[in-house]
Every structure is written in C-alpha cells, then in structure tokens.
Nanobody, 121 residues
C-alpha cells in the first residue's frame, strides 16, 4: 500500500510560480511511476506530467511543456512539480498518483487527496 500526500498549492497571480510536492510512503519508491493530474470544476481529470521509475523518462501534456517540470528525490520519497509562468487556465485541484512501474503501460493505483492551485489574472 502506498500513501501519497500533496502539498504546495495556493493562490498566485498569472506569471507566478508554485512548486507542488508529493510525498509517498513505502520503501520501494524508486520503482514507482508518479503522475500529476488536475481537475477543474465541471471538467474531466487531465493528465499533466509523469515520471517513470527512477532513471526513467518524463512526460508532459502539451499545454504545460516548457513551463512545468517534474522531478523526484528518491531519498526523500518525494516527487515535485515545479510550475512556472502560471496561467489562469492552470487553476485546478492537482493530484499525484503512483503505480508500480513494470515497464509497460502505467495504470495508477494510488492517489493523493489533492491540492488546490488558483491562478488569478
């Protein structure tokens, strides 16, 4: 069982930055793929970024490429999402998710409770 706790959300003006953190429990964190998703009111949940298991690839949705960076610190069992040049359309609840990465398609089994990000114009 993996437990995930997000933090770092808040309110910023357009053009500002935030760094979200996803702290995970468990001794095998480096073997997990971690993804960030977001969901705005009235909209479906959207993939934002992902980091395959330690040493693996990273992925981003097109709308955040060049602005967001996902990184992981295996010693701290934590994945970060650095968000720069924030736009009002980035306003959402952001969730991190985890799945044991066996090298194929990732299906996320564990989810955090979410953290609110609000970007004002």
């Amino acid at each position: 069982q993996v437990q995930l706790v997000e933090s770092g959300g808040g309110s910023v003006q357009a053009g500002g930055s935030l760094r979200l953190s996803c702290a995970a429990s468990g001794p095998t964190f480096s073997r997990y793929a971690i993804g960030w998703f977001r969901q705005a009111p009235g909209k479906e949940r959207e993939f934002v970024a992902a980091s395959r298991r330690s040493g693996g690839s990273t992925y981003y949705v097109g709308s955040v490429k060049g602005r967001f960076t996902i990184s992981r610190d295996n010693a701290k069992n934590t994945v970060y999402l650095q968000m720069n040049s924030l736009k009002p359309e980035d306003t959402s609840v952001y969730y991190c998710a985890a799945a044991l990465d066996l090298g194929g398609v990732v299906r996320y089994d564990y989810w955090g409770q979410g953290t609110q990000v609000t970007v004002s114009s």
